[in-house]
């Protein structure tokens, strides 16, 4: 399960994100091209509000775009949205339910169990980078054909959950052994290769141990 890396490094994104369409902030606005910026990466895309600094939390995005994130979840291109909440936290947010990601508490329909069990991880992951998207919106995915419905033209695709993208693999000899898993992430997949690298192991063809 691999999610967009954008979220990774320093908020120097995020800032020129910020920077690059903010006006004075103005009550009960409509959405328009110098209000947010949207960064894609397959099925991924970070919105970003412009008006103001840091992330905005659900609640002033609701009081300023009321129609905003039901507009999207509304859509058929868009499954799920996740927004942080002020008082509940990191929300995954679907047409007929929500899940609060911190509590685990559901309500409705569970958005995230077309996903898979690492669903859930995954999205923490992402609302913690310091300078990911005011507003995370995934596409939906064709159970059958493992399509996925991407924001970017592209062959492949990576960033955002569902589809083939679900079905990646390290081929590694069968005697190293995998430490942790699932492997969620680059980070995780990074921290297995360097437990190889530094790790003795029973060599295959019996002579002791070898890195």
Do not use: K
Not at 106 to 121: H, K, M, S, T
């Amino acid at each position: 399960m691999v999610l967009g890396e954008v979220g990774r490094g320093p908020g120097v994104r995020r800032a020129v994100a910020r920077r690059a369409g903010r006006r004075r902030a103005r009550p009960s606005a409509p959405v328009d091209a110098q209000d947010i910026v949207v960064c894609a990466s397959g099925n991924l895309a970070l919105l970003y509000l412009t008006w103001a600094e840091g992330r905005i939390e659900r609640e002033a995005i609701d009081d300023r775009y009321p129609e905003l994130i039901p507009g999207l979840l509304a859509h058929d291109g868009v499954a799920l949205v996740l927004v942080h909440s002020r008082d509940r936290g990191p929300l995954a947010l679907g047409r007929a339910g929500e899940h609060e990601l911190e509590s685990g508490r559901i309500r409705g329909n569970d958005p995230l169990v077309q996903f898979g069990p690492e669903a859930c991880a995954s999205l923490l992951r992402m609302d913690g980078f310091a300078n990911t998207g005011d507003i995370i919106v995934l596409g939906p995915f064709d159970a059958g054909t493992g399509e996925v419905v991407s924001y970017e033209d592209l062959v492949g695709s990576h960033g955002g959950l569902g589809g083939w993208q679900e079905q990646p693999f390290i081929l590694h000899p069968a005697w190293l052994p995998l430490d942790h898993g699932p492997l969620v992430g680059a980070p995780a997949v990074h921290l297995q290769l360097r437990r190889w690298l530094t790790g003795r192991y029973p060599d295959p063809e019996g002579g002791g141990l070898q890195r």
